[in-house]
């Protein structure tokens, strides 16, 4: 199936500085809608909000996913996604398990990467920017009632953003969450399901009055063990005999299987530093923070790439982390991931693909 391009004869024009994350919009969408049994041919359009019905499933049981994955511009002018076939899969993976109809998804990456093509000039290439890619799919047939519906809109949108924190790679800081969850085993936390993120407002907002940046979510059940931060995986090193081992929370169902998450593990590896996925329990990091044997923590995301975490309060104590400063084996993580994606380091795992 060929991908319709219709350019706009109103470009908008290009932000100049103060990205920020997720404020601006390229000229051009990809749409693509299932209706009467089948998915319609895909168009890259000029940007232009939906007209969406009072009774639009969607609105009304949240029968909707979401993906994120960034392309970046070298100084080559090459423009290059970083596995970008992992986040269709994702994508499909996550539709599938809230009833949206399969789809072709070879042919979405091969939209996107058209999409991009299309709005390359908005491609920022200042320090730590991107081109967010923003993939979603929603249920939008007009009517009420709890079951899947039968009319989809599969869209992509685009935005130049800079780092996902105000404060770009300065240390986070994180409350650990003892009362609310983010998602418990069988639900749908593994998965970019929208509902997941409105479940997680509340306690995100709480740790911000309280101080800090993102809340630090604990098992649904036990509330002993480490499962994610509010938009990252998360990692820990640990002092082990006479080296040093990185502890993250294993998937279960509960817990998203970030993309960068699976390819910093491969790169930890490769060092040949242990990665144990487990369950990671809490009091355990708090002790190990407190007599200094807990040597750095980050978490890993599209958004937020890698983020080194300063402190985390448990229990009402703020256990500070490598003296609030980012270490060093998260600086030469952060480093080495971005010089694949921006093209300053060689990729030799078949992470990046340039599509000029």
């Known amino acids: 199936m060929q991908i319709k391009i219709t350019k706009t004869k109103n470009p908008k024009p290009r932000p100049q500085g103060g990205l920020g994350f997720g404020k601006y919009f390229s000229d051009h969408m990809l749409i693509m809608e299932y209706k009467n049994g089948a998915w319609g041919q895909p168009e890259i359009k000029p940007y ?28 080559a002018g090459e423009i290059r996604t970083f596995r970008l076939n992992d ?8 539709s599938l398990r809230v009833c949206i109809p399969e789809f072709d998804k070879d042919l979405v990456r091969q939209g996107i990467e058209e999409l991009v093509k299309v709005d390359a000039d908005w491609i920022p290439t200042g320090e730590s920017e991107a081109l967010y890619i923003r993939p979603s799919v929603i249920g939008c047939e007009n009517a009420l009632g709890v079951r899947a519906a039968t009319e989809y809109i599969l869209f992509v949108i685009l935005s130049p953003v800079g780092a996902y924190y105000e404060n770009g790679l300065k240390p986070v800081r994180l409350l650990v969450e003892e009362k609310y969850v983010r998602a418990v085993k069988g639900g749908t936390g593994g998965h970019k399901v929208i509902g997941n993120y409105a479940a997680s407002l ?10 800090y940046d993102q809340t630090m979510w604990l098992d649904a059940f036990d509330h002993k063990y480490v499962e994610e931060v509010g938009a990252m995986n998360i990692f820990f090193v640990i002092k082990h005999k006479k080296s040093i081992k990185v502890l993250t929370p294993a998937l279960g169902g509960s817990i998203l299987p970030g993309i960068t998450r699976r390819s910093i593990i491969q790169m930890i590896k490769e060092k040949g530093i242990e990665v144990c996925e487990m369950a990671v329990p809490i009091k355990l990091m708090a002790k190990m923070a407190d007599n200094g044997q807990l040597l750095e923590v980050f978490g ?6 890698i983020t080194p975490v300063g402190c985390f309060n448990y229990q009402g104590k703020d256990r ?15 480093d080495t991931l ?17 599509i000029n």
């Not at 986040?87 to 996550?94: G, H, I, K, Q, W």
């Not at 306690?203 to 101080?211: F, M, Q, R």
């Not at 890993?300 to 790439?305: I, K, L, M, P």
Request: hydrophobic share 35%; with cysteine.
């Open 300 to 305: 890993t995301g599209t958004a937020a790439v």
């Open 338 to 354: 971005t010089g694949i994606q921006y093209g300053k380091i060689e990729d030799n795992r078949g992470w990046v693909k340039v």
């Open 48 to 75: 232009e909000p939906f007209n969406l019905d009072p009774a639009c499933s969607v609105l009304h049981y949240a029968q909707g996913v979401f993906e994120g994955a960034k392309a970046y511009k070298n100084e």
């Open 87 to 94: 986040n269709a899969d994702r994508l499909l993976d996550s």
């Open 320 to 334: 500070l982390v490598s003296g609030g400063q980012m270490g060093a084996l998260t600086q030469e993580l952060y």
């Open 202 to 211: 509340k306690a995100g907002e709480n740790a911000k009055k309280a101080g």
